[in-house]
């Protein structure tokens, strides 16, 4: 649960839980686990590639990294196009940090790091191409999978 926490964090921090009102940690966690299972079948994701998610790992498949992608289509931070939507990441990233000013000026940070990225023309490699960065820019700012918002 520690890593879903975890995964949930750094989604949170592009800007991938949408809740109404005041964050509430409980209902993201379930909104999250309600989308990345209607997006595991759709793209036909293992319970590995689930797993290798929520350990903050690489893709090691195709349907792994349609699964990250479809996650960021869902909560629109990520175009049809494959573009990340920074304005939208931003947004979420307010609603998760209560708009904190310490976290959002960290948010801003990994957002502007990981938006002007250089990233594949296809869908699902943009999505793990953009998502080692989210990663790699969390671990910077000493965020990992056991730091709580």
Known sequence: MTKLVATLA?????GAVVVQ???DKKEAIAKFMTKANECKTEVG?????MEEMH??????TMEG?????????KYQ???????FVADVAMKHAEKATDGAADKMKVAAEIVNACAGIEVSSELCQAAEDYDKCFIQQAKDHGIDENYLF
Request: glycine content about 6%; hydrophobic content about 40%; overall charge neutral.
């Open 65 to 73: 990294k349609c699964l990250r992608a479809c996650l960021m289509k």
């Open 21 to 23: 009102g005041e964050f």
């Open 55 to 60: 350990q903050w790992k690489s893709s090691s």
């Open 10 to 14: 750094v989604v949170c921090i592009v």
């Open 77 to 83: 931070v990520m175009d049809d196009s494959g573009k």
């Open 45 to 49: 994701a293992t319970d590995a590639d």
